[in-house]
């Protein structure tokens, strides 16, 4: 855990451990003991990709963060600035192929969302959305485009990770018949 630790620092990062039901017994409670704390609650959930992936042409899918994708990701409850440092340099750190997508309504940059690659395994992450163009559908645009993406390079499957007081995404996801297969939080020192 020390190394782990000095390793996150070493990038000038924020140290964290996600935990999830694959940790080693034991691993939550030690990392309590010497105080980490449990922080921001997520869903892992999952369905078949194809009902929902389709091409979208407001949708920009981007190699890189950029300030754009930014303004709209640190726009989101969740975000921080040092959130927001380590969102820089994202894709760079994936080990699978990833993009950035950006959504624009009227030429404003809109919605912003995470998606990755792995096999036949889509992942999208990291929704946001301007206020001022929330619920107004676009996060279901979005998990299209996103889906498009994946399936171009043979996905068959979308995994998404929520917040678990994101109960509108929620809800969107169980329209689309995703499902929920597991939660995780991190832990982060006290």
Same mark, same amino acid.
């Given at each position: ?50 009902? /929902? ?119 969107? /996801? ?6 929920? /297969? ?9």
């Amino acid at each position: 855990m020390a190394r782990i630790e000095a390793h996150y620092r070493s990038l000038g990062l924020v140290p964290r451990f996600r935990s999830s039901p694959l940790d080693p017994h034991g691993l939550a409670g030690l990392l309590r003991v010497q105080t980490w704390v449990e922080k921001d609650e997520s869903l892992v959930t999952r369905g078949p990709l194809a009902p /929902q992936a389709c091409a979208d042409a407001a949708v920009e899918i981007l190699p890189a963060s950029d300030e754009t994708w930014l303004e709209v990701t640190g726009t989101a409850e969740y975000q921080s600035e040092a959130r927001r440092a380590e969102k820089r340099q994202a894709v760079a750190l994936f080990s699978i192929p990833a993009a950035l997508l950006v959504l624009r309504e009227g030429g404003v940059a809109a919605t912003t969302m995470a998606a990755t690659c792995d096999g036949e395994y889509c992942g999208i992450f990291d929704f946001a959305a301007r206020p001022e163009f929330k619920r107004r559908g676009l996060a279901g645009r979005m998990i299209g485009a996103a889906a498009q993406w994946g399936a171009q390079g043979g996905a068959r499957w979308l995994f998404a990770q929520v917040a678990a007081s994101n109960t509108a995404l929620r809800g969107l /996801q169980a329209g689309i018949d995703v499902e929920e /297969q597991y939660c995780y939080c991190y832990f982060v020192r006290g």
